[in-house]
């Protein structure tokens, strides 16, 4: 049997609301099983997340996740923070020239209540799967 080397995958994980951007992360990991080398790095926000994108490149990732729920805060709109945050990561993927997936998420209408907890979770346990499937069909390409 031939052995074979597996691809290094980073999965950057913002620590706001981790209770439910870990669901991804636990929805990708299902996903994936032993199939790719996983390190997961975290992050304190969605901002760090290109910087770390690019530094787990420079250090031989052969594919990045970047994952965050971006809520809005009452402070600054939470869409202008996830839409400077993917596009941050587009350009990250088009300079190294490695694939970047994005499950940087912002809800429409978000409250700390157990209803909205448990359909993020849910739903980011869906999200993490799709960028599981995203990151295979990219890299049998």
Request: net charge negative.
């Amino acid at each position: 049997m031939k052995d074979t080397i597996k691809k290094n995958v980073s999965f950057i994980a913002a620590n706001w609301h981790s209770d439910i951007v870990d669901e991804a992360l636990a929805g990708f990991m299902a996903a994936v099983g032993d199939t790719f080398a996983v390190k997961v790095i975290r992050v304190p926000g969605a901002f760090e997340i290109p910087l770390a994108a690019k530094r787990a490149i420079a250090g031989g990732a052969d594919a990045v996740i970047g994952c965050a729920f971006v809520v809005d805060g009452g402070i600054y709109r939470h869409d202008f923070v996830a839409a400077t945050v993917v596009d941050a990561l587009m350009r990250v993927q088009l300079d190294a020239d490695v694939p970047v997936f994005s499950v940087v998420l912002t809800p429409h209408n978000y409250q700390e209540t157990a209803a909205h907890d448990a359909f993020f979770k849910a739903h980011f346990v869906k999200k993490g799967a799709e960028v599981a499937e995203a990151l295979q069909a990219v890299v049998a390409a």
